[in-house]
Structures are given as C-alpha cells and as structure tokens.
C-alpha cells in the first residue's frame, strides 16, 4: 500500500508538470508598447481598423499593410504649413509611392536585433522598410544603403546622417511624420512558433518514463519490489532504464531549419534559419542520464542476486580419471564443458 501511495503521488506530480510545459503558452510581451507597431502613433491605426488591440492571431504583414494604409490617409488630409509648392508635389508623389509599397507586401523583417519589435531599414532579404522604399525612389537604391549601414535598426528621430536629412528637409514630411510612416518590425525568432515546448506526446512520454524510473528507485530504496518475484523487478528495472536511454538518445537533436527564399528583381536569396529546442534537448540529457543510472542498477541486481550453478547447469566440469599403471593406478583429471538443455 506504501508504494501505491508513492507511485500515486509521483505520476500525479509528473503529469501536472508535463501538462504545463506541453499547453501553458510563451510569454507575451511585457506592455501593448513592447508590441507597438509605430513609434509616435502606437497600434492607432489596427485600433482604428478593428476596435481592439491586435491579438496574437494577427498576422505582422497585416498589421503594416494596415498601419501604413491609416497612415496614408492621416498624412493625405493633413498638410504642414509652409510647405513651397515643390515640396507639396514631392510629397503628394511620395504618397502614391507609399501606398504602391504598401499593396506590394514586400516588408522586411527585423532579422537580428533582439527587441520583439524594431525598425528595420533593409532585411537580410533584401527587402527595405517604407522610409527606405521612399529614399530608394527618389535617391537611388545606393543612398537607402549607405542609411542602412549605420542606421539599420535605428527610429527616424535618431537617423542624423547629412544625406537622409537633406533628402528629408525637401520630401515634404516633417521628421515626426517620417517617423509616424515608418513600421517596426516583429523579430524573426519571435514570429516562428515558440519552439522550446516539449509537445504533447512527448509530454506524455516524459511523463510516463518519469513515473517508471521513480517507481523502481522508489520499491529499490525502501527495499520492497513492484512483483513478488524480485528477478521479474530487476528485469522491468532494465527495460525501463534501456527505454528510457533510447527515447533520450533520439530527441537529444533537436535543430529546426527552416528556409527563405525569393527575389527582389535585383537578386536572389536563401536565408537559413536554424532554431534549437533547448528545454526538449535537456530533458532528453536527463532520460539518458536517468536511464543510464536505473539500467546499470538493475543490471547490479540482476548479477548480484542470481543463485549459484547447480551441478546439472551447464559450465566448466573437472572431472577424475585412475589409469592403470605398470607401477600401479595413477589418477589423472580432464576438463570439459556441460551443456544443459
């Protein structure tokens, strides 16, 4: 009754862990501002779209699609004062640029920096960011470049090169407008599923490996056994410790790749994206470790607990001969093998 009450208590510990690590999901974000989608207007525009905050089923494209479409029409009604006439057609042409950047769907992604959301002037891809896309129109693709190089994941406020801030003073947009236009982007890492969960069968499996191995050390402790026969324990304590190895050793890897590709019209690329599920691999670590200990202990039990040979078992024999002699008998021994079957 003892060991039931232990095992009870040990499976239900168990299952409890592994169905929070299998279903409790990653944590979001600390604040709605750590999941902005602009710098100067927050999420104004997904608000003004569809009543509420975006939600984790919103997809990143669709927030910019909708971001720079509300900030379109904002920017259209909404003119500086001041403006010379030069300025306002650079704007208005600017304006139609944005919205065929916008209908393109060519955004980039923040690649590399580790903030959930960041601006990113131009991906690893290629692709460049709305500002970008505008400089790229009117200056060249080389000057959108040069921005990049130092500025890559910079806010409009805090791009002070020479070159952007002349080719800004005569866009027609006002700094803080530039900055209202332009998007952060989602981390790459963080718009992949979050991949260090366990999964549920191998939550499962876990758990039931955890409850076997803790249920022989348990009756092997208290110097009780699971069967009346003690052999029959010992032999389930190998198969538990070799099952419990076996599914260790074959979820220690656990690399995703996945891979990007496309063009720009430029160029071509592949992008690789290598992930590690640290939490499945160390889990893994502790099955073979457990099953290592718990097979080598019932092997121990196993060699240390089997009885002696019989005479009839099979093994060595030493066996006495008396051969006459002409000076008399002489007793002589010969070794053999006894095979019993």
């Given amino acids: 009754m003892k060991i039931f009450r232990i095992l009870l208590t040990v499976f239900c510990a168990a299952a409890l862990i592994m169905a929070a690590v299998a279903y409790f999901p990653a944590p979001g974000p600390n ?70 950047y916008r209908t393109a769907r060519d ?27 505008l400089v790229e129109q009117s200056a060249g693709r080389v000057l959108a470049e040069d921005i990049n190089k130092t500025y890559k994941y910079s806010y409009i406020k805090d791009i002070d090169a020479p070159a952007f801030l002349k080719w800004a003073a005569a866009s027609g947009f006002t700094i803080r407008e530039l900055a209202m236009i332009q998007p952060s982007y989602h981390n790459v890492k963080e718009v992949r599923e979050n991949n260090d969960r366990l999964g549920t069968s191998y939550s499962i499996a876990s758990g039931a490996l955890i409850t076997a191995n803790t249920a022989y050390w348990a009756q092997d402790l208290s110097d009780s056994h699971l069967f009346s026969n003690p052999q029959t324990t010992y032999w389930t304590g190998l198969a538990v410790g070799a099952g419990t190895m076996l599914v260790g050793t074959l979820n220690l890897d656990n690399v995703t790749r996945t891979y990007d590709t496309g ?54 024999t030493v066996t006495n001969f008396t051969l006459p002699d002409a000076g008399g008998a002489q007793t002589v021994s010969g070794v053999g093998y006894r095979f019993t079957f």
């Fill in 263 to 316: 063009s720009n019209g430029h160029w071509s690329w592949t992008n690789t994206h290598t992930e590690t599920n640290h939490l499945r691999t160390g889990v893994s670590a502790g099955h073979v470790v457990v099953g290592m200990a718990t097979f080598m202990r019932s092997a121990w039990q196993l060699i240390t607990s089997s009885p002696p040979p019989s005479p009839g078992d099979s093994g060595l």
């Fill in 107 to 133: 955004y980039p992604v923040n690649d590399n920096h580790p903030d959930l959301r960041r601006p990113t002037f131009i991906s690893k891809n290629g692709n460049i960011c709305a500002v970008g896309y």
């Fill in 31 to 100: 604040s709605a501002q750590d999941d902005a989608i602009n710098a100067v207007i927050g999420n104004e525009s997904y608000i003004s779209m569809y009543g509420t905050l975006p939600g984790p089923s919103a997809s990143d494209e669709e927030r910019i699609f909708t971001h720079l479409s509300y900030v379109e029409q904002k920017l259209r009604d909404t003119v500086p004062e001041g403006l010379t006439q030069e300025q306002q057609q650079r704007r208005l042409a600017f304006l139609d640029h944005l919205r065929d």
